[in-house]
């Protein structure tokens, strides 16, 4: 139901700027008095090629003619390049006409022009135009072979500009492939080329392309990030027509998450610059998107007058792959207006587009949607047949959330036909992969079919706890309050354009009138001087009727702009009564929000007294240090330290949340851990993390059925005997490291970064949390001597993660390693304020992202 994110390609023919028509119409007459002012044969090649060009960005049949007389005039005087060029030119007309047989092999007649005069940038432009022609007919691994050989090209020259596009456009077609790891993998590299080259606008591009990709494979966090940073840069370079792409991209992130609201407004941004810039392109597709959601949202009406504004301005552009796409949306909307027939109609029409233009993802768009029309009329058999081969296709693609829908359509049909076993096998097949990529609305379809069928069973717990499922995520989808707040946007926007039409008409009024009274004034003169007394006063009495006529016009223009105003008055008086009762609960809800935030504090100083005392770990560890950074007022990152039967015990664990959740989970893991050390005697590290597991999948009420949270903690955990010189260590999804000098006995089977004479090991913990799980082996024991000068550090994940620098992107493992080993001889509080310090000035600015623990002990 949405027109598709587009992928940026870099190959030059391809990026056709519907804006600039109006500057080629300058460089056209520009161009044809240079021509007919030279008299040397090669510059009139070139003048004729550059001539053809803009011509076909004009969209004149002049183009063709203009290159032919340059091919022409090339093969009489014998330009080898002149012929290469208009070779290389008469393929991309071809590629324009959708001829793409013929302008491959002119390309490939360009290919071999340019090799008899060695010009290897003529070469390697020439099979990129191949690599894209090949996308388009949808020969996606052809495509990455003559990129692949431009790219090699590109490389040999040294070509920065040509390197990133060739590994931009090779990403693209892996995308397509929907081979979504390589894609990215390609993407990256081509942006970090950009960066290299300080270009912003490629960075951009490049930024919106993998935006693109992390959100074909459902990574909407990664997609979001990518599309904000390509919006800030630009907005510095004014480019409207990007600022717009990103929007729009953004509403189809917030889409695709089921934020309705937040998607309305990015689109109505988007369609708002689209407008202003006169891109009739981007106002059809923003019109289409913006249909969407209120189809979703079962608004039908509203959705099918944006449809038909989208198909008037499509059809005018002569833009099939976007009038494609709205046949597509209006027939699946005939099917729930139950208008099969038209819908159908509407269908068909769209694949025969969608298949002429080599759209495959379009084809399976319309194919899903015949499924639903035959579903719809009960031929279920039909419908299923139909849905498989959209599966096919979509899994082809790699768009997981189209296959998640086309599984759970198949249960909807075999429930239908009362073949319950095999619907839950398809929904349940359709519901794992929407939870794979957190597709809400797949989830929500998922749960009603499961909930039936499994009624229909007499399986009523399972049909019970889908039935809670399918109620949470439909309420999440469906709020009031997401509905209010679309309203709110688009009447925000409809005011807008209310005023900018009344301000509009009222100049013109104005105009007019002074326009009709000077022409009056201008006829009584002139017909004075003529006619004399009689005539004067004869023109008087017309000129006085014209007035009065001119004045009724303007008065009843008048009146419609009042009552026009009035409309707009009593609209803002109803938005300023939602305002005011928003206000109202704004208040309330600043109250409330002050009530929980005293509590929270309240919660905050029993948090702390329950961990342990500075003086405690002093006793213990006389050089030590704790940095304990919460996210939010509590935290979900706790330490813990006992001695007992000669032994201290040290953990440190990240629960599952950070701040109200993840101080619950830390209080339950402060308690069990003293029932479980202080009360049974446990030291063996592997045990008590097996009983903590035990006690808290008790607690919570674990059983490992669909829906269930999977909160529980990972936890670092260690047993020291200081006499003995021993260390015992178990972990659960959390690692150990320790640092000691190169020439002390090293550890084996861990890892090792070494800097300057020390080594830091990392020896690693089990891959289980502390929570119900896959895998619920027992955890293994470490034993270790220790030397007296160890550094020894435990840690939740928080550090490490948090996104700043000038990148903007994690700080890792890797430097945080780097980082401990580096400052390992200095005093622990030194490493401590150390942290502390590269930690702020990595943030920046940013937002922490989780809690933070870092536990330093020097043997």
């Given at each position: ?30 161009l044809l008095i240079s021509l007919e002012n030279t008299f040397n044969d090669t510059v009139k090649v070139d003048l004729l090629n550059d001539l053809s060009e803009a011509y076909r960005i004009a969209k004149s049949p002049k183009a063709e003619t203009y290159v032919e007389e340059a091919l022409l005039l090339s093969e009489k005087i014998g330009f080898t390049r002149g012929i290469a060029d208009s070779r290389k030119i008469l393929g991309i007309q071809a590629f324009y006409r959708a001829d793409y047989v013929l302008a491959i092999n002119f390309f490939e007649k360009a290919i071999n ?236 029409r769209a694949i025969e587009l969608s298949t002429e233009i080599g759209d495959r993802s379009e084809v399976a768009k319309s194919i899903y949607n015949l499924g639903n029309a035959f579903l719809e009329n009960r031929n279920y058999n039909g419908a299923i047949e139909q849905y498989q081969k959209a599966s096919i296709l979509h899994e082809d693609l790699g768009e997981k959330s189209k296959a998640a829908a086309d599984y759970i359509k198949i249960g909807l049909a075999f429930y239908e036909m009362d073949s319950s076993n095999k619907s839950v096998e398809f929904c349940k097949k359709g ?342 799980y896959e895998k619920m082996e027992r955890f293994q024991l470490v034993e270790l001597k220790i030397i007296k000068g160890d550094c020894i550090y435990l840690f939740s994940d928080g550090f490490a993660d948090q996104f700043g620098g000038t990148e903007k992107k994690r700080f890792r493992y890797k430097a945080f390693k780097q980082l401990l080993i580096e400052n390992s001889k200095k005093p622990m509080e030194e490493q401590k304020n150390i942290l502390d310090s590269t930690f702020t000035a990595w943030q920046d600015g940013f937002e922490q992202i989780d809690d933070v623990l870092i ?5």
């Amino acid at each position: 139901m949405k027109i598709r994110i587009a992928f940026v390609f870099f190959t030059v023919f391809f990026l056709m700027p519907f804006l600039l028509v109006a500057q080629e119409n300058k460089l056209i007459d520009s161009l044809l008095i240079s021509l007919e002012n030279t008299f040397n044969d090669t510059v009139k090649v070139d003048l004729l090629n550059d001539l053809s060009e803009a011509y076909r960005i004009a969209k004149s049949p002049k183009a063709e003619t203009y290159v032919e007389e340059a091919l022409l005039l090339s093969e009489k005087i014998g330009f080898t390049r002149g012929i290469a060029d208009s070779r290389k030119i008469l393929g991309i007309q071809a590629f324009y006409r959708a001829d793409y047989v013929l302008a491959i092999n002119f390309f490939e007649k360009a290919i071999n022009v340019y090799g008899d005069i060695n010009s290897q940038s003529g070469i390697s432009d020439c099979f990129k135009k191949i690599g894209l022609t090949n996308a388009y007919q949808g020969n996606y691994s052809e495509a990455i072979k003559n990129y692949e050989k431009a790219l090699e090209i590109d490389e040999l020259q040294d070509n920065k500009n040509g390197i990133a596009v060739c590994l931009n456009d090779i990403g693209v077609m892996y995308n397509y492939q929907g081979d979504h790891s390589k894609s990215i993998e390609y993407q990256k590299k081509s942006l970090e080329v950009c960066r290299n080259i300080g270009d912003k606008k490629a960075i951009a591009a490049r930024l919106i392309n993998l935006g693109a990709s992390y959100d074909e494979q459902s990574n909407y966090s990664s997609a979001s990030d990518c599309y904000l940073e390509a919006l800030v840069i630009k907005s510095e370079l004014n480019d409207s027509v990007g600022i717009s792409m990103c929007y729009n991209n953004l509403g189809e992130v917030s889409n695709h998450k089921g934020d309705y609201a937040l998607a309305i407004n990015y689109y109505e941004k988007s369609l708002s610059i689209d407008k202003q810039i006169d891109d009739k392109n981007g106002i059809a597709i923003s019109l289409i998107n913006i249909g969407t959601i209120h189809f979703k949202q079962n608004n039908f009406d509203k959705a099918q007058s944006y449809y038909n504004e989208s198909l008037a301005i499509a059809e005018k552009l002569g833009n099939k792959r976007i009038v494609a796409n709205i046949l597509n949306n209006m027939g699946e909307l005939n099917i729930k207006q139950n208008k099969s027939k038209q819908g159908i109609t509407n269908l068909q029409r769209a694949i025969e587009l969608s298949t002429e233009i080599g759209d495959r993802s379009e084809v399976a768009k319309s194919i899903y949607n015949l499924g639903n029309a035959f579903l719809e009329n009960r031929n279920y058999n039909g419908a299923i047949e139909q849905y498989q081969k959209a599966s096919i296709l979509h899994e082809d693609l790699g768009e997981k959330s189209k296959a998640a829908a086309d599984y759970i359509k198949i249960g909807l049909a075999f429930y239908e036909m009362d073949s319950s076993n095999k619907s839950v096998e398809f929904c349940k097949k359709g519901i794992d992969l929407a939870r794979e990529i957190n597709s809400k609305e797949n989830i929500r379809l998922a749960s009603e079919v499961l909930s039936k069928a499994y009624a229909k069973q007499n399986r009523f717990q399972e049909a019970y706890q889908y039935s809670v499922l399918f109620k949470l995520t439909h309420d999440s989808l469906f709020s009031i309050e997401s509905q209010k707040q679309i309203s709110m946007v688009e009447n925000r926007f409809e005011l807008q354009r209310k005023q900018q039409e009344i301000e509009l008409q009222r100049i013109k009024l104005e105009k007019q009138a002074v326009e009709i009274k000077q022409q009056l004034i201008k006829q009584n003169s002139l017909l004075g001087g003529l006619l004399g007394v009689i005539g004067v006063v004869v023109l008087i009495v017309i000129g006085y009727a014209r007035i009065k006529k001119a004045n009724t016009i303007i008065a009843a223009q008048i009146k419609q702009i009042e009552e026009t105003n009035e409309e707009l008055n009593q609209t803002n008086e109803e938005l300023n009564v939602t305002l005011e009762t928003n206000i109202q609960q704004k208040e309330d809800i600043i109250q409330k929000n002050k009530e929980i935030t005293d509590s929270i504090h309240y919660a905050k100083y029993i948090q702390r007294a329950i961990l342990p005392k500075e003086e405690r770990l002093s006793q213990l560890f006389p050089d030590h240090f704790v940095m304990y950074k919460p996210k939010n007022i509590v935290s979900g990152d706790f330490y813990w330290v006992t001695e007992i039967e000669g032994r201290i015990i040290l953990a440190a664990a990240d629960c599952t949340g950070h701040g109200v959740p993840g101080a619950f989970m830390s209080m339950l893991g402060v308690s069990y851990l003293n029932e479980i050390v202080n009360k049974e005697y446990i030291t063996h590290p592997g045990v008590i993390l097996k009983r903590l597991r035990k006690e808290i999948i008790h607690a919570l009420q674990q059983e490992g059925v669909i829906g269930e949270q999977r909160d529980g903690m990972d936890v670092a955990l260690c047993s020291f005997d200081l006499k003995a010189m021993e260390l015992q260590f178990s972990g659960a999804n959390a690692p150990l490291y320790l640092v000691r000098s190169k020439n002390e006995e090293s550890i084996e089977g861990a890892d090792a970064l070494e800097f300057g004479d020390q080594i830091l090991y990392e020896i690693k913990g089990d891959k289980m949390p502390i929570a119900l799980y896959e895998k619920m082996e027992r955890f293994q024991l470490v034993e270790l001597k220790i030397i007296k000068g160890d550094c020894i550090y435990l840690f939740s994940d928080g550090f490490a993660d948090q996104f700043g620098g000038t990148e903007k992107k994690r700080f890792r493992y890797k430097a945080f390693k780097q980082l401990l080993i580096e400052n390992s001889k200095k005093p622990m509080e030194e490493q401590k304020n150390i942290l502390d310090s590269t930690f702020t000035a990595w943030q920046d600015g940013f937002e922490q992202i989780d809690d933070v623990l870092i536990v330093g002990i020097l043997v």
